[in-house]
């Protein structure tokens, strides 16, 4: 099993990558900014770790 990271994990192609993974047995770690909502959705039906970062923010990627 390897880990696997996801910028924009919580809709759209980026959730679609989250349960790609997620089902082929990855831990998987996805990066959202706002929506927490859709984010909390894609972890619970995954298993995946949701991680709020503004990847603009080279700090805030660091801390993440």
Do not use: W
């Not at 759209?12 to 959202?32: D, E, K, M, S, T």
């Amino acid at each position: 099993m390897s880990t696997v990271v996801i910028t924009g994990g919580s809709r759209g192609i980026g959730a679609a990558a989250v349960r790609l993974f997620a089902n082929r047995g990855h831990r998987v770690f996805f990066l959202y900014e706002k929506d927490h909502q859709s984010a909390a959705q894609v972890a619970a039906q995954t298993g995946a770790t949701p991680i709020c970062c503004d990847v603009a923010d080279g700090s805030a990627v660091r801390e993440a």
